[in-house]
């Protein structure tokens, strides 16, 4: 099982971005999929994860500015981050349990950059 994140890049502040996560190999279900970053010197947080059912949480600093959704047919996970700001960048990983042969599993996907700067 891998997770396939893409989407990163420079933005200036204001602007928008949208991230992207795909699951693949093989597998029964996946259950929470998530976004995670890490700022330079900072420990790695939660910015927002969603539920097989839908049901979403927020980190307070995101609340209002991205949004997380998820396509089950595709196994991927986006995240579209509007009014970006300079403390935004960071690098952005996605995370997933997911049920397979082995078990259910936590997996990590190899992390994309965020930039904010004008």
């Known amino acids: 099982v891998q997770l396939q994140a893409s989407g990163g890049g420079l933005v200036q502040p204001g602007g928008s971005l949208r991230l992207s996560c795909a699951a693949s190999g093989s597998f029964f279900s996946i259950n929470v999929m998530g976004w995670y970053r890490q700022a330079p010197g900072k420990q790695r947080e939660l910015v927002a994860a969603?539920?097989?059912?839908?049901?979403?949480n927020y980190a307070d600093s995101v609340k209002g500015r991205f949004t997380i959704s998820r396509d089950k047919a595709k196994s991927t996970v986006y995240l579209q981050m509007n009014s970006l700001k300079p403390e935004d960048t960071a690098v952005y990983y996605c995370n997933a349990d997911i049920w397979a042969v082995a078990g259910k599993a936590g997996y990590w996907g190899q992390g994309t950059l965020v930039t904010v700067s004008s």
């Open positions: 969603i539920t097989s059912g839908g049901s979403t």
